[in-house]
Nanobody, 114 residues
Framework: VQLQAFGGGLVQAGGSLRLSCAASTNTFSSDDMSWYRQAPGKQRELVARINGGGWKSYADSVKGRFTISRSNAESTMWLQMNSLNVEDTAIYYC?????????WGQGTQVTVSS
């Protein structure tokens, strides 16, 4: 499975971006899909996760601002990011977990200016 993340860019604080993650093959209800991010000098952290049944979880730092969604029909996952702040600046990666095997996308840069 190859994943391609896109939609990042430069945005002012308070603005919004929508990230997309497209899979090269069909995604299934048994797959868990997630967004991670890594800021300069920091470890990669989990931002949001969605399972095949639509159950979602979020990091405390993004709750109420970010929304994760997916479509198996389109083999795509999204991350709607609102009320962005400078602390959200990072490279955002998508991940797919299938039967204990992990697949990563290449990352998309999100930069939030003050």
């Amino acid at each position: 499975v190859q994943l391609q993340a896109f939609g990042g860019g430069l945005v002012q604080a308070g603005g919004s971006l929508r990230l997309s993650c497209a899979a090269s093959t069909n995604t299934f209800s048994s797959d868990d899909m997630s967004w991670y991010r890594q800021a300069p000098g920091k470890q990669r952290e989990l931002v949001a996760r969605i399972n095949g049944g639509g159950w979602k979880s979020y990091a405390d730092s993004v709750k109420g601002r970010f929304t994760i969604s997916r479509s198996n029909a389109e083999s795509t996952m999204w991350l709607q990011m609102n009320s962005l702040n400078v602390e959200d600046t990072a490279i955002y990666y998508c991940e797919l977990l299938r039967y204990s095997r992990v697949y990563w996308g290449q990352g998309t840069q999100v930069t939030v200016s003050s």
